[in-house]
Every structure is written in C-alpha cells, then in structure tokens.
Nanobody, 116 residues
Framework: QVQLVESGGGLVQAGGSLRLSCAAS????????MGWYRQAPGKQREWVAT???????NYADSVKGRFTISRDNAKNTAYLQMNSLKPEDTAVYYC??????????WGQGTQVTVSS
C-alpha cells in the first residue's frame, strides 16, 4: 500500500517561506508525475505544481516564480519550496503521485496559513 505523508506546513507571516515535504512509503523513482495541490476553505482543490520523472516542472500561474517543486529519488521525497508567501496561499496542501497506470495516490495534507 502506497502512503504519502506531507509535512512542513505551519503559520507564517506574509513574505515568509516554508518548505513542504512529501515522503513516500515506496520508491518514487518509477512515479511518472508527482504534484502538489491545495484546497482553501470553501474552494475546490486546485493544482499548484508538478514534476515529472525526468525532472520537468510546471507551475500554476499564481505561484510561478515563488514556488519550486523538486524530488529526491534517493530519499523517496518530493518537496515544495514556497517563498514570498501571500495570505491567498493559505490552504491545505496535498501531495499526489501518479504512475503510468493505475489510480493516483494522495497524502493526507498539511495546513499552510499565511497571516497578513
């Protein structure tokens, strides 16, 4: 059974930084795409960033230039470095893993709160 465990969330002032981690219970070397999503209160879950097995990255326009996604296959962990945080970044952040076939797997989420 695949498990993804997010950590690193917390309360930070606007302009601050946080680094989220997503630790997998299996080797992530074969995962095609790992991604970060977020869900703010009263809103739908939205895509934030993805990274492919080959290292290609994509970002939502709202976070481009501020967030950086990365993966360390040796540690079976993906990261989301978040800089210049804004109050509108407040949400529960989820990690997602997608292999070439089969259903995606999600973590339980970690809360990020940015105060103004």
């Amino acid at each position: 059974q695949v498990q993804l465990v997010e950590s690193g969330g917390g309360l930070v002032q606007a302009g601050g930084s946080l680094r989220l981690s997503c630790a997998a219970s299996v080797s992530i070397g074969t995962i095609n795409v790992m991604g970060w999503y977020r869900q703010a209160p009263g809103k739908q879950r939205e895509w934030v960033a993805t990274i492919t097995r080959g290292g290609s990255t994509n970002y939502a326009d709202s976070v481009k230039g501020r967030f950086t996604i990365s993966r360390d296959n040796a540690k079976n962990t993906a990261y989301l470095q978040m800089n210049s945080l804004k109050p509108e970044d407040t949400a529960v952040y989820y990690c997602k893993a997608q292999w070439s076939s089969g259903p995606p797997y999600w973590g339980q989420g970690t809360q990020v709160t940015v105060s103004s």
